[in-house]
């Protein structure tokens, strides 16, 4: 399960993802909108560090497709 472990996650729901690539412009290294129209989480393993900037691209998706688990 995602989230167990001490690790945060994030992952993309790809049947809300509307593919307007905000998520991509805030972290480019861990999100990737695809051909087909939606986001890819290129590395979903979320360092303490990097929380900051994961928490602000969930935020700022206007589908709610991002979610984040064991933070
Ligand atoms: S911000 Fe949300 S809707 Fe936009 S591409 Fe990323 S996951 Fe999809």
Known sequence: ???TGGTARV?????KCIG???CESLDPDRFEV????????LIADVADGDLPRVRDAVDSCPAQALRLTGA
């Open 11 to 15: 992952e993309v729901d790809t049947t």
């Open 34 to 41: 695809q051909d087909e129209g939606f986001a890819k989480v």
């Open 1 to 3: 399960m995602p989230g």
């Open 20 to 22: 307007t690539g905000i």
